[in-house]
């Protein structure tokens, strides 16, 4: 590929002012395609009720619409290094947002479930390599010196879409309809489709690569069968699901084939030598992690807010965009942390995390806006702290020939522990709500002498019908509220468990 560097690898002292209009342009680009891409991570969750309305769809109907996204997310991602190498850097980006574009714009005008299921793989597939492409972009243009400022900047359309989304998405639903929020992701791609293409204007070199079908085949099964056992396996009832075995059977075989063939080709879908490289290992474990942690509370808290204490679409999405702004607070210093201290800067970003998430673990039903907002402030901070020196240790060590894989390698790793993650949280949400309501329900009976005392309101009465369901429906409100702390608490342990990585980091490269 052309380096675009120049002589500004010698000025490593010149700071954020010696980037050339080139890397503004270039960082413009990628912001861009990442907050396209964050963007639509939470608008389906969002409008996923207004949509079932629409199309009269089962509650198992209208998961497919996050499913099979999510399966054509993960299967497209390992592609990126291949095909970014075939048609080259610029065409790769250009058509990738243009394909995310459209599909966005097609899932704004499905007449049916199925076109809709349709148009969302289209979206999953397209927007995969985003991610991936943007990191290797800024890695193999930007010097070692600007490399955290501009993965501070770049990290921010990555974490702030998924805020800003549902702010936007639920003013244009109340306004409108479903269907507007997708529609508002179109004016956002045209703009980063014309900064791809001035600002890649240098980057078309190809290359003749062998892909290897039978990696890719066996990697992309496995990928599958793992997400859907994930998504579905709750629903369905885990292994006593004859569905669910045959997902597991077939990912075993997959995941066997794919190492023992990744071990004995020569010219592998994905390199093993990637694995060899120590700073890399730790920072794709790092990923899987922050995955983990990066979109959970995203899922949990509307549905919490909603149903259990009556807040509207827009109140929702305020609240939560605090992350946003603990995003951006933490690009007052975290370049600079991340040249003095990166692997301190990793513990401590991942341990706020935690200490958020145990925070959100010590919420009751009365929980109330500045809690919310302060948890997710700490959140937001935690993960802008914790990715950008994250990243550059990651990739410090790495060979540049290897980056573009190496990036689609780290972003799966990303995506696949943060769907996992979230289909974890939801299990737990949904055993814990169950478990707790049918104990709970155990002591109301209108034989129970503590239910019978006075003053117990006149609705509540146990002895008639009308108050013993809305003593039911209190019940479950109180359970709800147990399972999502349960789920809060997975997430504290997840984030004070990931400690520990940071210190297997090396902390200067080695010299290549």
């Not at 009308?466 to 984030?495: H, K």
């Amino acid at each position: 590929m052309t380096d675009t560097r120049g002589g500004a690898e010698a000025d490593a002292q010149g700071g954020l002012f010696s980037m050339t209009g080139r890397q503004w342009l270039i960082l413009l680009m990628v912001q861009l395609s990442n907050l396209l891409f964050g963007m639509t991570i939470t608008l389906a969750n969002l409008v996923l009720p207004q949509v079932r309305g629409t199309f009269s769809a089962t509650q198992d109907e209208i998961s497919w619409v996050v499913t099979l996204n999510l399966v054509a997310t993960a299967v497209a991602t390992p592609l990126t290094g291949w095909l970014a190498a075939r048609v080259g850097w610029r065409n790769m980006m250009f058509f990738t947002v243009l394909g995310f574009t459209v599909s966005s714009f097609l899932c704004g005008i499905a007449t049916s479930l199925e076109t809709l299921v349709m148009a969302r793989v289209a979206q999953g597939a397209f927007g995969a390599p985003i991610m991936p492409m943007g990191q290797a972009i800024l890695l193999a243009t930007f010097p070692p010196h600007l490399q955290p400022m501009a993965l501070v900047m770049w990290g921010v359309g990555a974490v702030f879409g998924p805020v800003v989304g549902p702010i936007l998405g639920a003013m244009a639903t109340e306004a409108w309809n479903w269907r507007a929020a997708f529609f508002m992701i179109v004016p956002p791609g045209i703009a980063a489709l014309v900064t791809i293409w001035f600002a890649l204007s240098d980057h078309t070199e190809r290359r003749k690569l062998r892909f290897d079908w039978i990696g890719f085949l066996a990697l992309s099964v496995a990928l599958i069968c793992a997400q859907l056992i994930c998504d579905r396996g709750q629903r369905l009832d885990w292994f006593d699901s004859s569905q669910i075995t045959i997902y597991a059977f077939l990912g075993i075989v997959a995941l066997w084939v794919f190492i023992a063939h990744c071990l004995t080709a020569k010219e592998p879908f994905l390199s093993p030598s990637l694995l060899l490289d120590r700073n890399f290992s730790i920072g794709i474990l790092l990923a899987f992690a922050m995955g983990m942690l990066s979109f959970t509370s995203l899922v949990l808290f509307p549905s919490l807010l909603h149903d259990l204490r009556g807040y509207p679409d827009s109140v929702i999405g305020t609240l939560i965009a605090a992350r946003g702004l603990g995003n951006w607070a933490a690009f007052l210093f975290i370049a600079r942390l991340t040249k003095v201290a990166p692997r301190f800067a990793i513990g401590a970003g991942l341990a706020l995390q935690g200490g958020a998430s145990y925070w959100m673990a010590q919420f009751d039903i009365n929980v109330t806006e500045f809690d919310v907002f302060w948890s997710h402030f700490l959140v937001g901070l935690g993960q802008s702290v914790t990715f950008t020196p994250m990243t550059v240790m990651a990739f410090t060590t790495l060979p540049r020939h290897q980056i573009t894989e190496g990036s689609a390698v780290f972003t799966l790793m990303r995506n696949f522990g943060s769907s996992l993650f979230i289909s974890m949280a939801v299990m737990v949400l949904v055993r814990s709500t169950s478990i707790n309501y049918s104990e709970m329900m155990e002591f109301i009976s209108p034989y129970r002498m503590a239910l019978g005392i006075y003053g117990l309101p006149a609705p509540w009465d146990p002895e008639t019908a009308t108050g013993l369901s809305r003593i039911s429906r209190e019940v479950q409100r109180q359970a709800a509220m147990i399972g999502y702390v349960n789920a809060f608490y997975l997430m504290a342990i997840t984030g004070f468990l990931s400690v520990p990585l940071a210190l297997l980091l090396r902390s200067k490269a080695p010299a290549r």
